[in-house]
Nanobody, 125 residues
Framework: QVLLVESGGGSVQAGGALRLSCEASKYTDNTYCMGWFRQPPGEGREGVAIIASRAYTDYADSVKGRFTISKDIAKNTLDLQMDSLKPEDTAMYYC???????????????????WGQGTQVTVSS
């Protein structure tokens, strides 16, 4: 069992930045796939940024060049630095983890077993 707790959400103006953090109850070693997902109001959940194995990272096209995912094994945290935020980034953001290597399914929410409670990000124009 892995417990995930997100923090760092809030309200910012377009062009601003936020840093989300996810604290994991279990050692986040290289055997896990972890990621950040988001769910805009009235829409489905989508993958934003993924980190797997030792240092493999991938991003949704909509956030490439603006968001950076990182993992601190010593602190058991997964962070998401969000720069140049846009109103369309407004969503509830969730941290997720999987015990398994997900291969080509890294961005599929249903493949992740563990989820945090979410943290709200609101970007105003």
């Amino acid at each position: 069992q892995v417990l995930l707790v997100e923090s760092g959400g809030g309200s910012v103006q377009a062009g601003g930045a936020l840093r989300l953090s996810c604290e994991a109850s279990k050692y986040t070693d290289n055997t896990y796939c972890m990621g950040w997902f988001r769910q805009p109001p009235g829409e489905g959940r989508e993958g934003v940024a993924i980190i797997a194995s030792r240092a493999y990272t991938d991003y949704a096209d909509s956030v490439k060049g603006r968001f950076t995912i990182s993992k601190d094994i010593a602190k058991n945290t997964l962070d998401l630095q969000m720069d140049s935020l846009k109103p369309e980034d407004t969503a509830m953001y969730y941290c997720a983890a999987s015990d398994d290597w997900l291969g080509s399914s890294l961005f599929i929410p249903a493949k992740y077993k563990y989820w945090g409670q979410g943290t709200q990000v609101t970007v105003s124009s």
